[in-house]
């Protein structure tokens, strides 16, 4: 069976973490992925400091293309519209308006090609006041309140390790967009624009959360929520030896399935007591090392795990039971796609391409001869 997306072609604008990470999937599962970058640099992912964006660079992009085209130069523009005559799927990170300036905005482009689907990422929508502001994942947090119900019972607020914003507020629910526009298309004949804005999508993520804080059932803040720290049953505790056990026993069996391991049956009818019966359970946790927890509430069914370093995860049994770990064919290693079909697995893709690697091949592909192809470099259209 052939991979679920292929026959999809993609034109990726994108650049740094959002939209990279999109295409990466769109690629996991078949899709063709052309990238667009500046000939000068490239993506700015390529430059990060201290060697980090080869790192960053060569897992990102993955099973990708490059053509390294100047937009801002006409010549660059005319071949950006000679590749949507076969590319259907535009995918770009830029400010609202930018592509309107490049001449590649969604309205002209549509018109001329009707069936094509734009994603655009951003961090604050495509209108309105904030539209134009620069931020990153920690800008968007902020606005959206998840920074600051994320820390500790003394108030002090915490860094998630993981970019939020940008992958669960922007990625993924691009993805999804991006999934529904195919599926609408292929029963309208027309595509649309993906409107995915990183603050709509980490406002999102506190739905269920700000259910119980609108209607005065939850306390909006660092450990003060049931599922943030504020209750003995559902929070992270220290152990003697400096590690931590992470415990969820939201669902009363699992809370007496705990309290039952650790002989403390009184606990039972605390489950969801105040700060007296967490510093009792922490009290409790101090008590053991680590590993000695992690023997006595393995088999206790009561959602109790060791919390792990990013290295550690990667080392367990589990990422390596679920496929989570890949090596590239410069033998790199990489996180695998986390999308998983039954029928249509994710490929092996290629290493990350190098700048304009495939400018050659993509100018040849659109009848380019290669004195023309070579005149462009010298004008600076294109570089390889």
Same mark, same amino acid.
């Given at each position: 069976?052939?991979?679920?997306?292929?026959?999809?072609?993609?034109?990726?604008?994108?650049?740094?973490?959002?939209?990279?990470?999109?295409?990466?999937?769109?690629?996991?599962?078949?899709?063709?992925?052309?990238?667009?970058?500046?000939?000068?640099?490239?993506?700015?992912?390529?430059?990060?400091?201290?060697?980090?964006?080869?790192?960053?660079?060569?897992?990102?992009?993955?099973?990708?293309?490059?053509?390294?085209?100047?937009?801002?130069?006409?010549?660059?523009?005319?071949?950006?519209?000679?590749?949507?005559?076969?590319?259907?799927?535009?995918?770009?990170?830029?400010?609202?308006?930018?592509?309107?300036?490049? &001449?590649?905005?969604?309205?002209? /482009?549509?018109?001329?090609?009707?069936?094509? #689907? $734009?994603?655009?990422? @951003? *961090?604050? !929508? %495509?209108?309105?006041?904030?539209?134009?502001?620069?931020?990153?994942?920690?800008?968007?947090?902020?606005?959206?309140?998840?920074?600051?119900?994320?820390?500790?019972?003394?108030?002090?607020?915490?860094?998630?390790?993981?970019?939020?914003?940008?992958?669960? &507020?922007?990625?993924?629910?691009? /993805?999804?967009?991006?999934?529904?526009?195919? #599926? $609408?298309?292929?029963? @309208? *004949?027309? !595509? %649309?624009?993906?409107?995915?804005?990183?603050?709509?999508?980490?406002?999102?993520?506190?739905?269920?959360?700000?259910?119980?804080?609108?209607?005065?059932?939850?306390?909006?803040?660092?450990?003060?929520?049931?599922?943030?720290?504020?209750?003995?049953?559902? &929070?992270?505790?220290?152990?003697?030896?400096?590690?931590?056990?992470?415990?969820?026993?939201?669902?009363?069996?699992?809370?007496?399935?705990?309290?039952?391991?650790?002989?403390?049956?009184?606990?039972?009818?605390?489950?969801?007591?105040?700060?007296?019966?967490?510093?009792?359970?922490?009290?409790?946790?101090?008590?053991?090392?680590?590993?000695?927890?992690?023997?006595?509430?393995?088999?206790?069914?009561?959602?109790?795990?060791?919390?792990?370093?990013?290295?550690?995860?990667?080392?367990?049994?589990?990422?390596?039971?679920?496929?989570?770990?890949?090596?590239?064919?410069?033998?790199?290693?990489?996180?695998?796609?986390?999308?998983?079909?039954?029928?249509?697995?994710?490929?092996?893709?290629?290493?990350?391409?190098?700048?304009?690697?495939?400018?050659?091949?993509?100018?040849?592909?659109?009848?380019?001869?290669?004195?023309?192809?070579?005149?462009?470099?010298?004008?600076?259209?294109?570089?390889?």
């Amino acid at each position: 069976m052939p991979p679920a997306l292929a026959g999809l072609k993609v034109l990726d604008l994108s650049m740094n973490l959002p939209g990279p990470y999109l295409t990466w999937l769109l690629a996991c599962l078949g899709a063709e992925v052309l990238k667009l970058e500046n000939p000068v640099g490239g993506d700015y992912a390529r430059g990060i400091g201290a060697g980090l964006g080869a790192a960053y660079f060569a897992t990102l992009n993955r099973g990708k293309q490059s053509l390294a085209l100047n937009l801002k130069h006409a010549k660059g523009r005319d071949i950006c519209l000679k590749l949507l005559e076969s590319h259907d799927i535009l995918v770009e990170g830029f400010r609202p308006g930018t592509c309107e300036r490049l &001449g590649l905005g969604f309205a002209e /482009l549509s018109a001329r090609f009707p069936r094509l #689907i $734009q994603v655009s990422i @951003t *961090g604050y !929508g %495509q209108e309105g006041d904030y539209s134009q502001k620069a931020g990153h994942d920690i800008n968007y947090l902020a606005q959206a309140g998840v920074l600051g119900m994320t820390g500790t019972r003394e108030g002090h607020l915490a860094l998630p390790g993981v970019q939020m914003a940008d992958l669960a &507020g922007g990625s993924w629910p691009a /993805l999804a967009g991006l999934l529904a526009a195919v #599926i $609408q298309r292929g029963n @309208t *004949g027309r !595509g %649309q624009l993906v409107d995915a804005a990183m603050y709509d999508g980490s406002l999102s993520m506190a739905t269920m959360v700000f259910a119980g804080v609108a209607a005065g059932l939850s306390e909006d803040g660092p450990a003060r929520m049931l599922l943030n720290g504020g209750a003995p049953c559902y &929070g992270l505790y220290r152990t003697q030896d400096g590690g931590h056990m992470s415990l969820g026993a939201l669902e009363p069996k699992f809370w007496q399935n705990f309290c039952q391991a650790i002989a403390r049956p009184d606990l039972v009818e605390r489950q969801f007591g105040g700060a007296e019966a967490i510093a009792e359970v922490a009290a409790i946790f101090a008590a053991r090392d680590l590993a000695q927890w992690v023997d006595l509430l393995g088999p206790a069914d009561c959602c109790a795990e060791p919390v792990l370093s990013l290295k550690e995860a990667a080392a367990a049994p589990l990422a390596q039971e679920r496929g989570m770990l890949e090596q590239d064919q410069e033998g790199r290693a990489h996180l695998a796609c986390p999308l998983k079909l039954s029928d249509s697995p994710a490929l092996a893709l290629a290493p990350a391409p190098g700048l304009g690697q495939h400018s050659r091949e993509v100018l040849a592909g659109l009848g380019y001869a290669p004195r023309e192809a070579d005149e462009l470099r010298t004008l600076g259209v294109v570089a390889w």
